[in-house]
């Protein structure tokens, strides 16, 4: 279930922000599990925009990892390039200021 839907002009700031950093988790061979989620939950929550990394050993594509992983962390989907993924979620303490 995701809990609210972005708007283009949304979508595209976001995007705009993710150009700058760099992914903080990467997706091997393992898989999505409990570990990933966990980590991906504790980074959304500390930086509400998160850059992830699906690597030529993983099993499954990338988009289906970006879908499975929004709904499991209650995430927006900004992006998937790629083997890129872009997830958005707004923390308790929010840090980006949504136009």
């Known amino acids: 279930m995701i ?6 002009k949304q979508r595209a700031y976001l995007r705009s922000l993710t150009n700058k950093i760099e ?5 091997g061979k393992t898989g999505i599990n409990e570990n990933l989620l966990k980590q991906i939950d504790e980074a959304l929550e500390a930086r509400e925009i998160v850059k992830i990394t699906v690597l030529n050993n993983s099993p499954e594509d ?19 390039i790629g083997k ?9 303490k929010p840090v980006i200021v949504l136009p």
């Open 3 to 8: 809990l609210r839907m972005l708007n283009s």
């Open 84 to 92: 890129k993924i872009t997830l958005y979620r707004k923390s308790k």
């Open 62 to 80: 990338a988009k289906l990892i970006s879908e499975d992983i929004a709904k499991n962390s209650k995430a927006e989907l900004v992006q998937v």
């Open 23 to 27: 992914p903080i988790v990467h997706i």
